[in-house]
């Protein structure tokens, strides 16, 4: 009785182990498709995310026109003059740019020796800190495992050595898993 027992235990915990990653990621792109396609109330289940998608092309299209580009730049000049929207629009604006924009900053892994017997992975995200008086160090980016959050630490160039070879992607998904995917 008892084998049988841990044996449907077992089955359990292994069923659940397949089942739960899938089960939440379902859920995720499920809950964010159906967020997107309630921004625009449509009668019709779906077009509401396809006007959502070809109104975010349509704006990037227009930013990248001649033309247009001295309003959108105008635009952004005044929201960074509004002093509670300037935190939030430029802290935004250079996260969305550190993944998708021209100046991607997350791809140049490293490993910094924290102590004798202690290293962490990071992102190098400036190579030098010149622009307040030390341009000697680095500013690398520590991601918290499990969250969506980090750390920046400036640090002595000499602490650092890169990852040749490695892709950040595999990095920052090992970092956030706490270390339990597999680094490449």
Known sequence: MDFTYRR???YFLRGLL???????????????ILFLDNLIPVPI???????V???ITFFGY????????????WLERGLIKIPL????????KDLMGAFVGDKKKFNSPVIVQISDHLSRLGFIT???MSEIGFPELVAVYFPHSYNVSGNVFLISRDRIKSLPGVKSSDVMKFMVSGGVSPLG
């Open 62 to 73: 227009l930013a990248s026109l001649f033309f247009a580009k001295p309003f959108f730049e």
């Open 45 to 51: 289940p779906g077009i509401g995310i396809l006007m």
């Open 18 to 32: 397949f089942l739960t990653p899938i089960t939440v990621t379902v859920y995720i792109i499920y809950q964010t």
């Open 85 to 92: 929207v300037n935190l939030i629009y430029t802290s935004i």
């Open 53 to 55: 998608l070809g109104l």
């Open 126 to 128: 400036q190579e030098d």
């Open 8 to 10: 449907i235990v077992s």
